[in-house]
């Protein structure tokens, strides 16, 4: 039996950090995804490999060791830790080896969701080769759970996206509300081949705040200004409106100490080369920039392909999907 499964990366367009401290947000699912297949082996070993990145891993399932094993490294934790979940939830599975082939189209550490793409995608097709008979809304909430666990704080924006996709806006209550985009987004990413520690960068901005709580905060509150803005813009297609926003929110993350020199000289040569807005995306420290373009996309494109990689993206309605074979 071969099943797989594929689930899309995203972009945040509004709120990245502040919504680690409830604060709304706004992101969307992108076609660039994560896709996982996974085989059953004869003995008792989880091995895998990223495809065209050289890493493997393995490790014998009847007996893990508690440090120093494969897994513990980078977005493979995501994979340890999403087969640890499914065990707890079905106790009586008899521990099998499989094999677990990983193809991930977006850059890893670039601020696309790559791990909650990983995490999703491994959740769904151990779902369907357990038969646990998990639902859509119960992986959205167990790929939470895993980043939680591996990042030690994580909003549950990137795979409430990687699970449905579309474009949503998340409240401060936690509801993940769908918002109909029903123009192009033309969006471009810029990324540096310098990845961005989402735990590192988490814990920056904690520390930052700790140190100046009356300083940090009210730069929240603002990031959840701009967000409940945006979210009109978007559904009003107010595209200048929106690319201000972004601006202003680049401005507010730049505050919060998750910048660097390389990814402000993407963001202020995308706006020269005539983007509207343009952003750290994602958790910054490195990562992307997001440059939102409208009738510039070939300039914006340029430019930034002359400082860093860039790559335009698309808007994904799919969420994840699962075929067995
Ligand atoms: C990472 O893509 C965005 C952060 O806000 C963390 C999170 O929301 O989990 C920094």
Redo the contacts with the bound molecule.
Sequence with gaps: MLITASAPGKV?LFG??A??YGKPAIAVAVNKKAHLTIKERQDSKLKAHIKGLDINASLDLENIPTINHEFQRGILKYVLKSWEIIQEKQKTVPVKGLDIILNIEMPIGA?L?SSAAVTVATLSALNKYYKADLERDEIANLAYQV?LKVQGA??P??TTLSTYGGAIYLSTNRKAEKLPVKYELPLIIGHTPREGN?EE??RIVRKRMEKYPNSIKPIFESIEQVTMEAREALLEGDHEKLGELMNINHGLLDALGVSTPTLSRMIYQAREAGALGSKIT??GGGGSIIAYSPGKTDEVLQELGKLEKAFQIKLSEEGVTTNIQ
């Design positions: 945040i990245e950090h919504v680690v601020g969701g980043e994580a909003s924006i990137d989402t960068l988490i994602g958790a």
